[in-house]
């Protein structure tokens, strides 16, 4: 794909820009061979740029100023450029300014970003996720395993569930859990944010139970604490233990190198009560080669 084929097709994609993040162009798929190092994102205001890999001078320069023309063409007021390549990732303000407060919107949930992070605090990704546990959650029991930033539990709660429990070891992620649930006047009586390593914390975890709903999205590999290769299969061994007669799980993983039957077999093993119901399709404006080394969403039902 030449410069002028990728700018007319991020054109294309922001016809119908609005205040809704929208992923306008997605290289780590390998859907585009010549632009796999390169992600781009619509956020309100704000044109974000992410590169994953060092590119020669003149093919930078090249890239960036093609990006300007369609920052300028839609009259966005920031332009951000991450270069993940390098230690800490840090973000450039390449034009404008950005606010104190940075927000993401998805299906009209706010969600409060930082730019100064090497994840901003948000994956758009899993809006598909999201809007699946919207349509169950009504007057539901809900676990938050990994919680992070508690996106799961903002689309639970607004949809009606009677608990949510948010789970992840990081205070800092789970303190702006909190805060995006107060962003979206959210009541958190009723929603818990628990600071523990899950693998070390099922007794704690079983006390708020049993869960109608429960959600695992760890991260495929963090040191020191979880590796998907080898811990997935602790959390799959405790299902039956925190889990209502008709309980749901959505179970995720973003491992190029675990496919879903990893999971499913994980489940056939040591959850069998947990039939596997189907997989999640993935968004299209996240195109991937091999959808196996993609995002994956699975549902089973107890």
Not at 27 to 54: A, K, M, P
Not at 175 to 204: A, Q
Request: glycine share 2%; hydrophobic share 40%.
């Amino acid at each position: 794909m030449k410069i002028e084929e990728l700018k007319e097709l991020i054109i294309e994609n922001l016809k119908d820009k609005n205040e809704e993040f929208k992923r306008i162009f997605h290289g780590r798929g390998n859907f585009y061979d010549d632009y796999n190092f390169l992600t781009i994102d619509s956020i309100d205001e704000v044109l974000f740029i992410v590169l994953f890999d060092e590119l020669e001078k003149k093919k930078d320069d090249e890239l960036l100023k093609m990006i300007k023309d369609v920052f300028q063409f839609f009259n966005y007021k920031t332009l951000v450029l991450q270069r993940r390549y390098l230690d800490k990732s840090p973000c450039e303000v390449l034009e404008g300014t950005l606010k104190e407060n940075n927000i993401a919107i998805e299906s009209s949930i706010k969600y409060s970003i930082n730019f100064t992070n090497k994840n901003i605090g948000f994956f758009p990704d899993m809006k598909v996720g999201h809007d699946y546990i919207s349509n169950i959650a009504k007057d539901k029991n809900v676990l938050n395993l990994f919680s992070y930033t508690c996106a799961f539990s903002l689309s639970a709660s607004k949809a009606g569930a009677s608990k949510v429990v948010n789970v992840d070891m990081s205070k800092t992620a789970l303190t702006i859990g909190r805060k995006n649930h107060h962003l979206n006047n959210l009541d958190t009586s009723n929603i818990h944010f628990m600071p523990y390593n899950i693998l070390k914390s099922w007794n704690r975890i079983k006390k708020q139970g049993p869960y109608d709903i429960i959600i695992i999205d760890p991260p495929s590999f963090q040191k020191g604490s979880f590796a998907a290769s080898k811990d997935y299969e602790k959390i799959i061994k405790k299902l039956d233990s925190l889990a209502s007669e008709e309980c749901v799980v959505l179970s995720a993983l973003n491992a190029p190198e675990l496919d879903t039957d990893f999971i499913k077999n994980i489940f056939k093993k040591y959850a069998p009560l947990f039939k596997f119901e189907k997989r999640l399709e993935n968004m299209d404006t996240f195109p991937a080669i091999d959808k196996e080394k993609s995002l994956k969403n699975l549902i089973f039902v107890k």
